[in-house]
T-cell receptor, first 115, second 117 residues
Framework: AQSVTQLGSHVSVSEGALVLLRCNYS??????LFWYVQYPNQGLQLLLK??????LVKGINGFEAEFKKSETSFHLTKPSAHMSDAAEYFC?????????????FGQGTELSVKP | KAGVTQTPRYLIKTRGQQVTLSCSPI?????VSWYQQTPGQGLQFLFE???????NKGNFPGRFSGRQFSNSRSEMNVSTLELGDSALYLC????????????????FGEGSRLTVL
């Protein structure tokens, strides 16, 4: 069964430092890969989506992610962290092109940003 | 364009009661999905509705049910509540393109936080 693993339930960085959040999916290549962000007491907001058009995907708020088939990874990065980036981040995959809204989510990584 | 609206935002119930949660999707979105979010289990897919029909279902007991109306608004119901049903219930809508294929991109509401005592 398709699964998603996010390495590290909690990541802490200093403001201005590189943000790297790790995501690995199980071996069969999914058609869609996503990163979502959740701020406290809010729903999830899409950061970016991979759809096989390009391996490097740029998203909102300066985030980007690179799809690496050989490593079954889809890590999220941001060159310089801002205090407003503190939130929980979820990696997700869809199983087919017509899965009817069903995404498989990772367990989430909480990002803390220190001043 | 208004986002996904969920009501109520917070509610408290006791064991054995039932609850109904409501979701209004983004205008033009015909697919509505429901997720349960808990600290222990994370985000789990409940079900998805498209054109008033359940198109996909997760691994939840029959106490969890849903429906969709002709205007794409959706409700989910949980009967005979258990303590373990305490969670944030998230609704998400998505745009379905020709042939019933969805874009894979979900737009989430802020959720309904259910506490079962």
């Amino acid at each position: 069964a398709q699964s998603v693993t996010q390495l590290g339930s909690h990541v802490s960085v200093s403001e201005g430092a590189l943000v790297l959040l790790r995501c690995n999916y199980s071996s069969s290549v999914p058609p869609y890969l996503f990163w979502y962000v959740q701020y406290p007491n809010q729903g999830l907001q899409l950061l970016l989506k991979y759809t096989s058009a390009a391996t490097l995907v740029k998203g909102i708020n300066g985030f980007e992610a690179e799809f690496k088939k050989s490593e079954t990874s889809f890590h999220l990065t941001k060159p310089s962290a801002h205090m407003s980036d503190a939130a929980e981040y979820f990696c997700a995959v869809s199983l087919t092109y017509n899965q009817g809204g069903k995404l498989i989510f990772g367990q989430g990584t909480e990002l803390s940003v220190k001043p | 364009k208004a986002g996904v609206t969920q009501t109520p935002r917070y509610l408290i119930k006791t064991r054995g009661q039932q609850v109904t949660l409501s979701c209004s999707p983004i205008s033009g979105h015909r697919s509505v999905s429901w997720y349960q979010q808990t600290p222990g289990q994370g985000l789990q897919f409940l079900f998805e509705y498209f054109s008033e029909t359940q198109r996909n279902k997760g691994n939840f007991p029959g106490r969890f049910s849903g429906r969709q109306f002709s205007n794409s608004r959706s409700e989910m119901n949980v009967s005979t509540l258990e303590l373990g049903d305490s969670a944030l219930y998230l609704c998400a809508s998505s745009l379905v393109i020709a042939g019933g294929e969805d874009t894979g991109e979900l737009f989430f509401g802020e959720g309904s936080r259910l506490t079962v005592l």
